[in-house]
T-cell receptor, first 112, second 115 residues
Framework: DQQVKQNSPSLSVQEGRISILNCDYT??????FLWYKKYPAEGPTFLIS?????DKNEDGRFTVFLNKSAKHLSLHIVPSQPGDSAVYFC???????????FGEGTQLTVNP | DGGITQSPKYLFRKEGQNVTLSCEQN?????MYWYRQDPGQGLRLIYY???????QKGDIAEGYSVSREKKESFPLTVTSAQKNPTAFYLC??????????????FGEGSWLTVV
């Protein structure tokens, strides 16, 4: 039972354009959502998060949007840079316990 | 310099052997985790520990064992019972289990290959 899904395994954009990565979840108990960025053979690094009491959180070029009714979140990167090329994972957490549930990841490639 | 240290970075195991992956953190975090990454399957939770001397199975615990004798250490043993152990293993920690704003921080990962 995949509770967090990233339906696009890959995304390719031009440098300077917007990258939009999507994530859907099924568990209505999730109340905290995170995005991680991962380069090959390295551990994921935390990028940005959002609580379920908000619908938007912005940090520099990165903005996460949460649509609770649709159980959907998205990560916008603008402008995209070649250094943003990596695998992006979304993750969700329920109030009880500390474990995160991860999506499958989306490989973002930003072309110069 | 605070962080999570995993060792070894690369490990080769013969079939039938047990191997132990080390994970040490000096962040004073209470919770620690082991994840496994396989292509196209994201990160799957093997085991996690919210406090010293306590740990719980994750989604794919079969063939693995852990211990949490010290706050800063959470070693993972991949036993011969694990049928498909070749993968990238990630250790992580977080400051406060159950906190809604909890963020998990990862180590650099360990590659295990069965030969």
């Amino acid at each position: 039972d995949q509770q967090v899904k990233q339906n696009s395994p890959s995304l390719s954009v031009q440098e300077g354009r917007i990258s939009i990565l999507n994530c859907d979840y099924t568990n209505s108990m999730f109340d905290y959502f995170l995005w991680y960025k991962k380069y090959p053979a390295e551990g994921p690094t935390f990028l940005i998060s959002i609580s379920s009491i908000k619908d938007k959180n912005e940090d520099g070029r990165f903005t996460v949007f949460l649509n609770k009714s649709a159980k959907h979140l998205s990560l916008h990167i603008v402008p995209s840079q070649p250094g943003d090329s990596a695998v992006y994972f979304c993750a969700s957490k329920a109030p009880s316990g500390s474990r995160l549930t991860f999506g499958e990841g989306t490989q973002l490639t930003v072309n110069p | 310099d605070g962080g999570i240290t995993q060792s070894p970075k690369y490990l080769f195991r013969k079939e039938g052997q047990n191997v132990t992956l080390s994970c040490e953190q000096n962040l004073n975090h209470d919770a620690m985790y082991w994840y496994r990454q396989d292509p196209g399957q994201g990160l799957r939770l093997i085991y996690y520990s919210q406090i010293v001397n306590d740990f719980q199975k994750g989604d794919i615990a079969e063939g693995y064992s852990v211990s949490r004798e010290k706050k800063e250490s959470f070693p993972l043993t991949v036993t011969s019972a694990q049928k498909n152990p070749t993968a990238f293993y990630l250790c992580a920690s977080s400051i406060e289990p159950g906190y809604s704003g909890n963020t998990i921080y990862f180590g650099e990962g360990s590659w295990l290959t069965v030969v």
